[in-house]
């Protein structure tokens, strides 16, 4: 049975991921920086799919506690097999009132946390010739999004550095995709005022805003089998917006 590690794993999108996979038949790891009991809720909604599950406390932008974080799934688990970098946050806020420290919490999560579980996960899946690694971005990575320099240069950054590592260990059976959500409905956006929610909703074709389960269908199809000659490639999920 594979095994998936979903950072961010305990709340949101993170959480939809996990639990989908879990259906799928495929072992689960989740890591989770804050909540525990969000952390504890995802994981017993995972076992019943019937399948193991487990979840670290870990921050992403720390090499050693990357380390120590896929030290424990391997000894647990398995090595990963599967790898979903979800982890993420926001620091939102105009450039000329943006603080440094900021800037680089935001890039540290999105992009080096990156960085860091697909340098921690990759030498076991070349051992195997197989691996999913997918990266979750977002549609402001690749459209830019006002009051969202630090957020959308981050994701951006994660956009290039899937085409990249896909470029390099294609030959190795491993493939590397990004997924950017547009506009998803989660506890972080319902707290965003009416009017801001209307505006983004008249940008979408589709006329609705996407759930969790749009993105966590589009990461299970990824994951699978079926998308084995499908890698370097960014997938929308926005409804057209």
Excluded: W
Excluded at 4 to 31: F, M
Excluded at 43 to 67: F, L, P, R, T, W
Excluded at 94 to 122: H, P, Q, W
């Amino acid at each position: 049975m594979s095994v998936a590690l979903v950072t961010g794993g305990s709340r949101g999108i993170g959480r939809v991921i996990a639990e989908n996979l879990a259906k799928s038949g495929i072992n689960i790891a989740i890591c989770y920086s804050g909540n525990e009991n969000a952390a504890q809720e995802t994981i017993e909604s995972c076992k019943k799919h019937g399948v193991q599950a487990m979840y670290i406390k870990a921050d992403v932008s720390n090499a050693d506690d990357v380390s120590e974080m896929f030290n424990q799934i391997k000894e647990l688990m398995g090595p990963v097999e599967i790898l979903v970098n979800n982890a993420g946050i926001t620091r939102d806020g105009l450039l000329l009132r943006m603080s440094e420290a900021d800037y680089d919490a935001v890039l540290d999560t999105n992009l080096k946390g990156t960085f860091l579980c697909t340098k921690a996960a990759i030498k076991d899946m070349m051992k195997a010739r197989n691996g999913r690694i997918i990266n979750i971005t977002s549609i402001v990575g690749v459209q830019g999004n006002a009051g969202q320099a630090n957020y959308s240069a981050s994701k951006a950054g994660v956009i290039g550095f899937t085409k990249s590592v896909a470029r390099e260990y294609g030959s190795k059976g491993i493939t590397v995709n990004a997924v950017a959500p547009g506009f998803i409905q989660t506890a972080m956006t319902d707290q965003l005022p009416d009017n801001v929610k209307e505006a983004y909703l008249k940008q979408i074709p589709l006329a609705r805003f996407g759930t969790p389960e749009d993105v966590a269908d589009v990461v299970d199809f990824l994951a699978s089998d079926k998308a084995s000659y499908i890698t370097g490639q960014v997938i929308e999920v926005t409804g057209g917006m």
